[in-house]
């Protein structure tokens, strides 16, 4: 069974910096497109970032140039530095695994991790 779980998000001020952690088991861990999704309130979740198996990344137009995804395959952890954060990048923040068998896709989240930025 796939878990994941999210930490580092909290309440910063605009122009700040936070790291994001999702640690991941019960996975073939380097198998996997990790991503970083976010939905803020009355809002459809939205990809911000992801990172495949072969480690190329993909960043939403929003965040790009700001965020940065990387992982550690050797501690089945994916990371995501948020720079100059804005308020308009408040937000739930989850993580998420994803894989494909044949034509099938799935996908598995984490809980979930809050960030908040203050003007």
């Known amino acids: 069974q796939v878990h994941l779980v999210e930490s580092g998000g909290g309440l910063v001020q605009s122009g700040g910096s936070l790291r994001l952690s999702c640690a991941a088991s019960?996975?073939?861990?380097?198998?996997?497109?990790m991503g970083w999704y976010r939905q803020a309130p009355g809002k459809q979740r939205e990809l911000a970032a992801l990172?495949?198996?072969?480690?190329?990344?993909n960043y939403a137009d929003s965040v790009k140039g700001r965020f940065t995804i990387s992982k550690d395959t050797a501690k089945n952890t994916v990371y995501l530095q948020m720079n100059s954060l804005k308020p308009e990048d408040t937000a739930v923040y989850y993580c998420?695994?994803?894989?494909?068998?044949?034509?099938?896709?799935?996908?598995?989240w984490g809980q979930g991790t809050q960030v908040t930025v203050s003007s």
């Open positions: 998420n695994a994803k894989r494909w068998s044949g034509n099938s896709e799935f996908n598995d």
């Open positions: 019960g996975l073939l861990f380097e198998f996997y497109t």
């Open positions: 990172i495949t198996p072969a480690r190329s990344t």
